[in-house]
């Protein structure tokens, strides 16, 4: 068997003091014919789609499950004969554990598979919204155990989907699903209301919880149907036969086949989540996404309170049908920021072979050159994004404090949400691009510091409308906006050389 013509020094596989990234390199490319490169995944585009949609389908309960039962709060302090503020607890501890349970589904996905987590967190969903469906109105502590469990189950969907992705998608094809994705998880918090008060006026509370366990129970039918193991350390590319756990029930995708010898890399060892924050460039790139994530939670949320008050003809349903607006915006965002991000993405690649050569740009094992811009491929549109967020997030609060015709902030509310879809892809897509054998950790990282930050900023939004009013408080919430702005120009600035470090520790000798 010949050497790696990559390997260092020609040195062989099984010699000791090899890097790490050279054993990886070799398994790459034993039995690949030389001077082609070898497709990223086996999945054709069609089939990648396909995967991405189930999972996006998985991804929408996280944020569907926490918005469609705020409508029913109301009828629950008078059903259980609580007060609000004990009612709103269940809805402080579902935002903990949203946080919290992905930190363990996530970093267990990245060692056992994406497939039987994803399986486990829909049963558990699934099995709660039965229990919360038939909970006895004197049984509040249940009430607030159950809630729990269902975070748990329904949050950590997000950082599987998000390592799916990583597992399938090259760097230059993430953006696009990535967008597709996030609609899930974002679009969630529009109709969650619409949803949540119409099933709760015409049927009851319990009626959410009994949609919820239908369409979770669906969705893991679905996944053990057809999903299949995308996690490389067992299946490679997707050529490598796993055992029955990991397979598909029914078989669609991945039936192209290529030589399993090299498809698949060494597992990845145990790696504590939390160490990804020692990285100074990953916390910027976690920072920026909490910060917007908090001001997109902080306007949903005070939507409804906001609207009755200025617009007070409108009734319960309609204000949760002015939700579909921000949807929209995402929606649209969804379908033409993903395709714009692999188009910037293509661009920075042409001309880093413009000037250096095609055959001298090397990739690493995260699929992109060490020298390649990456920060400035995926961030490059960010600020302006995050500019025209800033000003239409203060010309929204001053539509409404002036009581404006109602079509002016919904009209806000479209460019806000089109511009948050653009500035989370980017930021998610960068994540997996910068730690891509972490990235359900990663991930699930970034969902516990957005879940502590919106939950933060939710908690005072009451505080802050009573005291500044609406036109003042979303001035405030746009500044922050424009403040976080040079954190994106220092991402771009300090995001290389740290990426190359990270890269040659990752090359020491064993």
């Known amino acids: 068997m010949q050497n790696d013509p990559r390997s260092i020094e020609g040195t062989d596989p099984t010699t000791i003091g090899t890097p790490r990234s050279a054993l990886e390199d070799q398994a790459g490319s034993l039995g690949a014919p030389q001077g082609i490169e070898k497709p990223y995944s086996v999945y054709s585009t069609k089939e990648k789609w396909f995967i991405v949609a189930l999972i996006a389908f998985a991804g929408l309960f996280s944020p569907l499950t926490a918005n469609i039962y705020l409508p029913a709060i109301p009828v629950l302090t008078l059903d259980f004969n609580k007060s609000t503020e004990l009612i709103n607890i269940t809805v402080t501890v579902y935002m903990i554990f949203q946080g919290l349970s992905?930190?363990?589904?996530?970093?267990?996905?990245?060692?056992?598979?994406?497939?039987?987590?994803?399986?486990?967190?829909?049963?558990?969903?699934?099995?709660?919204?039965?229990?919360?469906?038939?909970?006895?109105?004197?049984?509040?502590?249940?009430?607030?155990?159950?809630?729990?469990?269902?975070?748990?189950?329904?949050?950590?969907?997000?950082?599987?989907?998000?390592?799916?992705?990583?597992?399938?998608?090259?760097?230059?094809?993430?953006?696009?699903?990535?967008?597709?994705?996030?609609?899930?998880?974002?679009?969630?918090?529009?109709?969650?209301?619409?949803?949540?008060?119409?099933?709760?006026?015409?049927?009851?509370?319990?009626?959410?919880?009994?949609?919820?366990?239908?369409?979770?129970?669906?969705?893991?039918?679905?996944?053990?149907?057809?999903?299949?193991?995308?996690?490389r350390s067992l299946v490679g590319d997707g050529s490598v036969v796993p055992s029955k756990l990991y397979r598909p029930l029914i078989p669609v995708v991945g039936k192209t086949t290529s030589d399993p010898s090299f498809a698949r890399p060494p597992p990845k060892p145990f790696r504590n989540p939390l160490r990804i924050?020692?990285?100074?460039?990953?916390?910027?790139?976690?920072?920026?996404?909490?910060?917007?994530?908090?001001?997109?939670?902080?306007?949903?949320?005070?939507?409804?309170?906001?609207?009755?008050?200025?617009?007070?003809?409108?009734?319960?349903?309609?204000?949760?049908?002015?939700?579909?607006?921000?949807?929209?915006?995402?929606?649209?965002?969804?379908?033409?920021?993903?395709?714009?991000?692999?188009?910037?993405?293509?661009?920075?690649?042409?001309?880093?072979?413009?000037?250096?050569?095609?055959?001298?740009?090397?990739?690493?094992?995260?699929?992109?050159?060490?020298?390649?811009?990456?920060?400035?491929a995926r961030l490059r549109l960010v600020p302006f994004s995050m500019l025209i967020f800033a000003a239409c997030c203060a010309g929204y609060g001053w539509c409404v404090q002036e009581r404006v015709n109602l079509s002016g902030p919904l009209l806000l509310q479209v460019t806000i949400g089109f511009t948050t879809m653009g500035i989370m892809t980017s930021t998610q897509t960068l994540l997996v691009d910068l730690m891509p054998s972490q990235s359900s950790s990663i991930t699930a990282c970034n969902n516990f510091i957005r879940c502590i930050?919106?939950?933060?900023?939710?908690?005072?939004?009451?505080?802050?409308?009573?005291?500044?009013?609406?036109?003042?408080?979303?001035?405030?919430?746009?500044?922050?906006?424009?403040?976080?702005?040079?954190?994106?120009?220092?991402?771009?600035?300090?995001?290389?050389?740290?990426?190359?470090?990270?890269?040659?520790?990752?090359?020491?000798?064993?």
């Open 102 to 231: 992905p930190m363990l589904f996530g970093t267990m996905a990245d060692q056992v598979g994406r497939r039987p987590m994803f399986a486990a967190c829909l049963l558990i969903l699934s099995l709660s919204c039965i229990g919360l469906a038939l909970v006895p109105t004197s049984a509040y502590w249940l009430l607030v155990v159950l809630r729990c469990l269902q975070a748990a189950g329904s949050a950590s969907t997000i950082a599987l989907g998000a390592g799916s992705i990583g597992d399938i998608a090259a760097p230059a094809e993430r953006g696009g699903f990535y967008g597709l994705y996030n609609l899930g998880p974002m679009f969630g918090p529009c109709i969650g209301p619409v949803i949540g008060g119409a099933l709760s006026n015409g049927l009851g509370w319990r009626s959410i919880f009994w949609f919820l366990c239908i369409s979770s129970a669906t969705c893991f039918v679905f996944i053990v149907l057809f999903l299949p193991e995308t996690l």
């Open 453 to 510: 930050a919106g939950a933060a900023l939710v908690s005072v939004m009451d505080l802050l409308l009573r005291a500044l009013g609406a036109g003042w408080t979303y001035i405030l919430l746009g500044g922050i906006c424009a403040l976080t702005i040079p954190l994106v120009y220092l991402i771009m600035y300090i995001g290389p050389p740290r990426r190359i470090k990270r890269r040659r520790a990752l090359a020491a000798p064993l």
């Open 277 to 376: 924050l020692n990285n100074l460039d990953i916390v910027l790139v976690l920072s920026v996404n909490a910060v917007m994530n908090s001001l997109y939670y902080g306007i949903t949320a005070s939507m409804s309170t906001l609207f009755s008050e200025a617009y007070p003809s409108l009734n319960q349903t309609q204000i949760g049908l002015c939700y579909l607006a921000m949807g929209g915006g995402m929606l649209f965002g969804s379908y033409v920021l993903g395709r714009v991000l692999d188009r910037e993405y293509g661009k920075s690649r042409r001309l880093m072979m413009a000037v250096q050569g095609p055959g001298n740009m090397e990739k690493s094992e995260t699929g992109i050159d060490d020298n390649f811009p990456i920060e400035k």
